[in-house]
């Protein structure tokens, strides 16, 4: 009988990477979001987005605008 050759695992680098620059980003916010209500500080609305969380809003304006420009003008 042959051998059963196993397969090489790969290891999927760039799911890490996201994983592990996701995972920072929460933990960063997440201690800003708490030395502000130490602070006192109150966060209300889009005043007090971080940059990561104010380019997502951007992103998805912009779609949206886009999406209404090719389904309802053209």
Not at 50 to 65: D, Y
């Amino acid at each position: 009988m042959a051998k059963k050759e196993k397969k090489k695992q790969y290891r999927n680098k760039t799911g890490e990477m996201l994983f592990d620059y996701i995972k920072t980003n929460q933990q960063y916010t997440d201690e800003n979001r708490r030395r502000q209500e130490e602070e006192g500080v109150k966060t209300e609305g889009l005043k007090n987005l971080n940059t990561m969380e104010k380019t997502c809003v951007i992103i998805i304006v912009l779609g949206v605008i886009g999406l209404v420009i090719k389904y309802l003008v053209l």
